[in-house]
């Protein structure tokens, strides 16, 4: 007897993706690989060719609302990828944008996941009524993370917590002993003259005790690549220091770790800067300018500095050159792991019995 044809259904994987941001790379990569095989994803993508080239799948163009609610027309559910998408830190606009997805698709019967989101930070009094609105429209949740958690539950909206789905993509083996200072530093409005000056102080004095060259690797391409010309050009960069400075670009996440693999210490200000990292099994530092990030290094147990508290250069320089060379722990990495199952077994079962129309 011949074998049944497989029925493919389409998805709408939706999220911050071909905006060269290495972090959301990653949580696409993951996504993907999570998928059930018989699900055929169209990803909203800015930079379209992209994003094609890198995962070959189908794109619609992200920041086209229009297109968007075009494609979901031709696809059978929705997935709302990874990050925090449902916040208005970005543009109270960029909350409307995914609150109307939803609703289109769930008046069209269409089920919708949010696959490992974040909740938050909601800025406006509106931004609150619109997400208390919209979370039980939801078919399916899973969380990265408790505030997330306890926040949608103080609205009667109860789901499983994960840990960030970039969790699961491979760790990678550790070859960096003796190997150079990597960043991933951003702009931050916490940030101003002074407390820069102290953290260039800081790097300068470890660049210098420890002997090592410093790459700067920026995350976002478009929002860090200027990050060490400008502090350059602001005459904020210690000498020193800035003949130990070099600039390095890639194009992927799978890139990112393949230097980190072979970094004596990588200090991270970006979330899945400091993931891919850790997955590589690098000695980390964070900085934290969120929340997000002060919880994901607590979860492997590595050193995190608040930029909203007091710096100094002498206590910051010396708890970074106690990490160098010490590569971050197997184990916790390992837990950290774990928890990405459950976004997995969110996709198994929330793409098998689509939901009725909302009457």
């Known amino acids: 007897m011949a074998a049944q044809p497989v029925l493919c259904k389409k998805v709408l994987l939706c999220g911050y993706y071909g905006e060269h941001n290495l972090g959301d790379d990653a949580l696409l990569a993951v996504l993907l690989g999570q998928l059930p095989p018989d699900q055929v994803p169209v990803v909203t993508a800015h930079d379209q060719a992209q994003v094609e080239a890198c995962f070959a799948v189908a794109t619609c163009p992200r920041r086209n609302l229009r297109a968007v609610l075009r494609a979901l027309g031709g696809c059978d559910a929705v997935v709302l990828g990874g990050g925090s998408l449902l916040q208005d830190a970005t543009s109270f606009n960029s909350l409307l944008y995914y609150v ?99 953290l260039l102080a800081a790097l300068d ?99 995190c500095v608040d930029l909203h508290e007091p710096l100094v250069a002498e206590r910051l320089c010396e708890s970074w050159l106690g990490l160098l060379d010490r590569p971050t722990d197997s184990a916790a990495i390992q837990r950290q792991r774990q928890g990405t199952h459950v976004h997995r077994a969110l996709l198994v079962q929330g793409l098998v019995s689509p939901p009725t129309a909302l009457p």
């Open 100 to 198: 109307a997805l939803i609703v289109a698709a769930r008046l069209q019967g269409k089920p919708v996941l949010l696959w490992g989101q974040g909740l938050g930070p909601l800025r406006r009094r509106r931004s609150w009524a619109l997400v208390r609105m919209v979370l039980p429209l939801a078919s399916g949740i899973s969380w990265r993370d408790p505030d997330s958690a306890a926040l949608a539950a103080r609205w009667g909206v109860h789901a499983p917590i994960g840990t960030d789905p970039v969790w699961g993509l491979p760790p990678q083996p550790w070859t960096g002993a003796g190997g150079p200072i990597i960043l991933c530093w951003r702009q931050s409005p916490l940030l101003d003259q002074g407390r820069w000056l102290v």
């Open 205 to 303: 004095q470890l660049a210098e005790q420890g002997g090592r060259p410093v790459h700067w690797l920026p995350f976002h391409l478009d929002q860090d690549r200027g990050l060490l010309e400008e502090l350059d050009r602001r005459g904020w960069l210690p000498a020193r220091l800035a003949s130990r400075s070099s600039l390095v670009e890639v194009s992927s996440p799978e890139a990112a770790q393949a230097w980190f693999a072979g970094a004596g210490l990588v200090i991270a200000m970006r979330l899945h800067g400091l993931i891919l990292a850790a997955l590589s099994g690098a000695p980390c530092a964070a900085l934290s300018y969120d929340p997000k990030v002060r919880s994901a290094a607590e979860g492997i147990g590595c050193p």
